[in-house]
Protein backbone atom coordinates (compact mmCIF):
# COMPACT_ATOMS: atom_id res chain seq x y z
CA UNK A 1 0.00 0.00 0.00
CA UNK A 2 1.16 3.78 -0.32
CA UNK A 3 1.06 4.14 3.46
CA UNK A 4 1.44 2.45 6.77
CA UNK A 5 -2.08 1.20 7.93
CA UNK A 6 -2.85 0.05 11.15
CA UNK A 7 -6.52 -1.03 12.12
CA UNK A 8 -8.52 -1.44 14.16
CA UNK A 9 -8.81 2.38 14.08
CA UNK A 10 -10.28 2.89 17.41
CA UNK A 11 -10.58 0.10 19.87
CA UNK A 12 -13.11 0.37 23.06
CA UNK A 13 -12.06 -2.52 25.88
CA UNK A 14 -13.41 -3.23 29.38
CA UNK A 15 -10.81 -3.87 31.78
CA UNK A 16 -9.37 -7.43 31.74
CA UNK A 17 -10.03 -8.33 28.66
CA UNK A 18 -7.10 -8.80 25.95
CA UNK A 19 -6.69 -6.75 23.02
CA UNK A 20 -4.71 -7.19 19.57
CA UNK A 21 -3.63 -4.28 17.27
CA UNK A 22 -2.32 -4.64 13.43
CA UNK A 23 0.12 -2.83 11.87
CA UNK A 24 0.77 -3.24 7.86
CA UNK A 25 3.96 -1.54 7.70
CA UNK A 26 5.24 0.04 3.76
CA UNK A 27 5.51 -3.25 1.50
CA UNK A 28 9.57 -3.61 1.23
CA UNK A 29 10.34 -1.79 4.86
CA UNK A 30 12.34 -3.63 6.83
CA UNK A 31 12.16 -2.11 10.21
CA UNK A 32 8.91 -1.77 11.89
CA UNK A 33 8.71 0.15 15.42
CA UNK A 34 5.32 0.21 18.24
CA UNK A 35 5.24 3.45 19.96
CA UNK A 36 2.93 4.69 22.63
CA UNK A 37 1.14 8.15 22.49
CA UNK A 38 -0.50 9.49 25.52
CA UNK A 39 -2.82 12.20 25.36
CA UNK A 40 -0.87 15.49 24.74
CA UNK A 41 2.37 13.85 24.88
CA UNK A 42 4.67 12.32 22.12
CA UNK A 43 5.03 8.96 21.05
CA UNK A 44 6.85 6.49 23.42
CA UNK A 45 8.96 4.14 21.73
CA UNK A 46 7.69 0.04 22.88
CA UNK A 47 9.59 -2.13 20.65
CA UNK A 48 11.49 -2.69 17.14
CA UNK A 49 11.98 -5.21 14.76
CA UNK A 50 14.37 -6.13 11.68
CA UNK A 51 12.49 -8.33 9.60
CA UNK A 52 10.67 -10.59 12.10
CA UNK A 53 13.33 -9.92 14.85
CA UNK A 54 12.68 -8.65 17.32
CA UNK A 55 15.92 -6.66 18.72
CA UNK A 56 14.38 -4.77 20.83
CA UNK A 57 11.65 -4.34 23.75
CA UNK A 58 13.14 -2.70 26.40
CA UNK A 59 10.22 0.15 26.09
CA UNK A 60 7.19 -2.47 26.96
CA UNK A 61 5.76 -1.26 29.82
CA UNK A 62 5.12 -4.73 31.40
CA UNK A 63 5.03 -8.25 30.48
CA UNK A 64 1.39 -7.66 29.38
CA UNK A 65 2.23 -6.43 26.39
CA UNK A 66 3.65 -8.49 23.63
CA UNK A 67 4.63 -7.55 19.82
CA UNK A 68 5.44 -10.41 17.07
CA UNK A 69 6.00 -9.79 13.55
CA UNK A 70 6.40 -13.89 12.25
CA UNK A 71 6.71 -13.14 8.66
CA UNK A 72 8.85 -9.97 8.96
CA UNK A 73 6.04 -7.79 6.98
CA UNK A 74 2.34 -7.74 9.40
CA UNK A 75 3.25 -6.76 13.31
CA UNK A 76 0.72 -7.33 16.10
CA UNK A 77 0.57 -5.88 19.37
CA UNK A 78 -1.41 -7.47 21.83
CA UNK A 79 -2.25 -6.70 25.17
CA UNK A 80 -3.20 -9.23 27.91
CA UNK A 81 -5.58 -7.87 30.46
CA UNK A 82 -6.16 -4.58 30.12
CA UNK A 83 -6.19 -2.10 32.74
CA UNK A 84 -7.04 1.80 32.30
CA UNK A 85 -3.25 3.25 32.10
CA UNK A 86 -3.40 1.20 28.84
CA UNK A 87 -5.82 3.89 27.03
CA UNK A 88 -3.53 5.53 24.17
CA UNK A 89 -2.90 5.81 20.69
CA UNK A 90 -0.67 3.40 19.72
CA UNK A 91 1.30 4.42 16.48
CA UNK A 92 3.51 1.72 14.16
CA UNK A 93 5.75 3.21 12.14
CA UNK A 94 8.10 1.41 9.08
CA UNK A 95 11.52 2.47 7.46
CA UNK A 96 13.21 0.89 4.26
CA UNK A 97 16.03 0.66 6.56
CA UNK A 98 17.63 1.31 10.40
CA UNK A 99 19.22 4.05 8.18
CA UNK A 100 15.94 5.73 6.64
CA UNK A 101 13.37 8.20 8.18
CA UNK A 102 10.51 6.50 9.89
CA UNK A 103 7.03 6.73 8.42
CA UNK A 104 3.89 6.37 10.96
CA UNK A 105 0.53 4.97 10.53
CA UNK A 106 -2.62 6.69 11.83
CA UNK A 107 -2.46 4.77 14.72
CA UNK A 108 -4.84 2.84 16.62
CA UNK A 109 -6.80 4.71 19.74
CA UNK A 110 -7.35 2.54 23.01
CA UNK A 111 -10.14 3.08 25.36
CA UNK A 112 -10.31 1.06 28.29
CA UNK A 113 -13.60 1.22 30.56
CA UNK B 1 18.81 7.17 27.99
CA UNK B 2 18.29 10.12 25.53
CA UNK B 3 15.97 12.88 27.15
CA UNK B 4 14.38 15.54 24.70
CA UNK B 5 12.82 19.04 26.28
CA UNK B 6 10.68 21.09 23.85
CA UNK B 7 9.25 24.23 24.16
CA UNK B 8 7.48 26.38 24.43
CA UNK B 9 4.09 23.68 24.93
CA UNK B 10 2.17 26.24 23.37
CA UNK B 11 2.47 28.71 20.69
CA UNK B 12 0.15 31.28 19.03
CA UNK B 13 1.47 33.13 16.10
CA UNK B 14 -0.19 35.65 13.56
CA UNK B 15 -0.70 34.78 10.11
CA UNK B 16 2.84 35.36 8.25
CA UNK B 17 4.90 36.03 11.40
CA UNK B 18 7.63 33.09 12.02
CA UNK B 19 6.81 30.71 14.42
CA UNK B 20 10.04 29.27 16.35
CA UNK B 21 10.25 25.84 18.34
CA UNK B 22 13.30 24.95 20.11
CA UNK B 23 14.79 21.32 21.93
CA UNK B 24 17.18 19.85 23.97
CA UNK B 25 18.87 16.69 23.79
CA UNK B 26 20.86 14.80 26.78
CA UNK B 27 22.89 12.20 25.06
CA UNK B 28 26.04 13.36 23.31
CA UNK B 29 25.83 10.08 20.99
CA UNK B 30 22.27 11.20 19.54
CA UNK B 31 23.60 13.09 15.75
CA UNK B 32 19.87 12.11 14.00
CA UNK B 33 17.17 14.80 14.77
CA UNK B 34 14.05 14.68 12.96
CA UNK B 35 10.90 16.87 13.47
CA UNK B 36 7.20 15.53 13.21
CA UNK B 37 4.01 17.52 12.17
CA UNK B 38 1.19 15.82 14.18
CA UNK B 39 -2.39 17.00 12.94
CA UNK B 40 -5.76 16.09 15.33
CA UNK B 41 -6.38 12.63 15.34
CA UNK B 42 -3.89 12.69 12.22
CA UNK B 43 -0.18 10.17 12.07
CA UNK B 44 2.90 12.28 13.08
CA UNK B 45 4.47 13.36 9.45
CA UNK B 46 8.15 14.12 9.01
CA UNK B 47 8.76 17.19 7.84
CA UNK B 48 12.19 17.72 8.16
CA UNK B 49 15.22 16.28 9.13
CA UNK B 50 19.15 17.09 10.45
CA UNK B 51 21.75 15.15 11.13
CA UNK B 52 24.89 15.94 13.43
CA UNK B 53 27.29 16.80 10.38
CA UNK B 54 25.09 19.42 9.29
CA UNK B 55 24.74 22.91 11.52
CA UNK B 56 21.31 23.88 9.22
CA UNK B 57 19.50 22.78 6.82
CA UNK B 58 16.43 24.50 4.85
CA UNK B 59 13.35 23.58 3.07
CA UNK B 60 11.46 26.49 2.03
CA UNK B 61 9.77 27.89 4.58
CA UNK B 62 10.87 25.05 6.92
CA UNK B 63 15.09 25.37 8.73
CA UNK B 64 16.40 23.38 11.31
CA UNK B 65 19.45 24.38 12.93
CA UNK B 66 21.89 21.90 15.08
CA UNK B 67 24.12 23.12 17.95
CA UNK B 68 25.91 19.95 18.73
CA UNK B 69 28.24 21.68 21.66
CA UNK B 70 24.98 22.92 23.57
CA UNK B 71 23.03 19.93 22.35
CA UNK B 72 20.48 22.51 20.87
CA UNK B 73 18.23 22.60 17.78
CA UNK B 74 15.55 24.47 16.45
CA UNK B 75 12.62 24.60 13.75
CA UNK B 76 11.95 27.76 12.03
CA UNK B 77 8.97 28.46 10.53
CA UNK B 78 8.72 31.17 8.28
CA UNK B 79 5.62 33.40 6.57
CA UNK B 80 3.16 31.04 8.90
CA UNK B 81 -0.21 29.98 7.17
CA UNK B 82 -3.50 28.63 9.15
CA UNK B 83 -2.51 25.10 7.83
CA UNK B 84 0.83 25.54 9.68
CA UNK B 85 -1.43 24.93 12.66
CA UNK B 86 -0.94 21.82 14.24
CA UNK B 87 1.44 19.97 17.16
CA UNK B 88 5.15 19.96 16.20
CA UNK B 89 7.51 17.22 17.75
CA UNK B 90 10.90 17.46 17.70
CA UNK B 91 12.73 13.95 18.05
CA UNK B 92 16.86 12.81 18.11
CA UNK B 93 18.18 9.24 17.55
CA UNK B 94 21.37 7.84 17.45
CA UNK B 95 21.52 6.96 13.76
CA UNK B 96 23.72 3.76 13.85
CA UNK B 97 22.26 0.69 14.50
CA UNK B 98 18.68 1.37 14.54
CA UNK B 99 16.37 4.65 14.79
CA UNK B 100 15.13 4.30 17.99
CA UNK B 101 13.56 7.91 18.31
CA UNK B 102 12.88 9.75 21.53
CA UNK B 103 10.04 12.30 21.28
CA UNK B 104 9.92 15.76 22.81
CA UNK B 105 6.73 16.51 24.76
CA UNK B 106 5.63 18.67 21.82
CA UNK B 107 4.26 22.37 20.74
CA UNK B 108 0.83 23.36 19.64
CA UNK B 109 1.46 26.08 16.89
CA UNK B 110 -2.10 28.14 16.22
CA UNK B 111 -1.60 30.37 13.64
CA UNK B 112 -4.45 33.21 13.55
CA UNK B 113 -5.26 34.40 10.36
Known amino acids: GAGVSQSPRYKVAKRGQDVALRCDPISGHVSLFWYQQALGQGPEFLTY????????KSGLPSDRFFAERPEGSVSTLKIQRTQQEDSAVYLCASSLSEYQPQHFGDGTRLSIL | GENVEQHPSTLSVQEGDSAVIKCTYS??????FPWYKQELGKRPQLIID?????GEKKDQRIAVTLNKTAKHFSLHITETQPEDSAVYFCAASRAGGYQKVTFGTGTKLQVIP
Open chain 1, 49 to 56: FQNEAQLD
Open chain 2, 50 to 54: IRSNV
Open chain 2, 27 to 32: DSASNY
